[in-house]
């Protein structure tokens, strides 16, 4: 047994399940504060907070009591917990909440918002620090630090740390290559917050974006709409919007980019950012997260590319 700060560390020996491994070690507590303790989210399992009593355990695992309440549950109905170490948090938010406010007078609920305001519920120096941004209107999987340090370590590095990166997009029409690389080089007007694609290098910020149709899907008023997969080589702001309407396919819903004649019948810009992968940088063991596609995109699929 271990102990840092005021909290209480043990290694596991032999396999078991959570619950059980903790009655043993704490010796006179009752079945039932035992449980409170995962339902306080004050039980880690390798620096993971954990709240089921069955979690498995194997041998040199670490598990640790924390003295005090972990942070509450968090409830949103625009963004979702996926993850959270004493290093980072991984959340899924819903399209049309912002990542980061504006400006600092911003008063807009965020993601940011929403996760300072969790941190802070435990401990009010905690902090939350911005790894990487989604638009907007895209939904699916953000990464943020809890320390300013960790969350330079990761924007320096990164392209090195992702592994795999994999969007879903519903797309204008019917592709005529099912699979393809899109190469071109992004330039942004500051002025009006529009990035412009060339085919050729003009002094832009090279990008790549892999995509492979995986489905299509004809619309009650005949509009065929094509589900996409797409894999980034580099992350440029609106990378995948751009791409996708400069091969003729925009992204449904995208006015943005759309040329102002954009279809969209779900009431949203189809776009959601379904796997991360990236190497822990504390540590350094590949994780990975994936979620469910908004129901919307999945509707009335009528043949497979």
Known sequence: MRGKKNDTTYIVKDANELLPFLMQQMRG????????????????????????????????????????????????????LVYEDEYLIVVEKKQGLLTVPVSQSSKETTVFSILKAYVKKQNQRNGIYVVHRLDRETS????????????????????????????????????EKKEDTITTWLTEDSRNAVVYSSPVDDGGDKAVTHYKVLREKKMEDGHILSEVELHLDTGRTNQIRVHLASIGHPVVGDRKYGHGNTYSPLDRL????????????????????????????????????
């Not at 699916?140 to 990166?165: C, H, I, N, P």
């Not at 959601?272 to 990236?278: I, S, T, Y």
């Not at 504390?282 to 979620?291: K, S």
């Open 140 to 175: 699916g999987l953000l990464v943020f630090a809890k320390s300013q340090e960790l969350q330079q370590y990761m924007r320096t590095y990164w392209r090195d740390l992702v592994r795999l990166r994999t969007y879903i997009a519903l797309a204008e029409g019917e592709f």
């Open 29 to 80: 507590k009752s079945r039932n504060s035992t449980k409170l303790l995962l339902s306080h989210r004050q039980v880690l399992v390798n620096g993971v907070i954990q709240t089921r009593h069955d979690t498995p355990l194997a041998a040199n695992d670490t598990v640790t009591v924390r003295a005090g309440k972990g942070n509450v549950e968090l409830h949103h109905p625009k963004l979702k």
């Open 270 to 305: 189809c776009l959601h950012a379904r796997v991360l992968e990236f190497i822990h940088p504390a540590t350094e063991q590949i994780v990975h997260f994936e979620t469910t596609l908004p129901k919307e995109f999945t509707q009335k699929q009528v043949k497979k590319a």
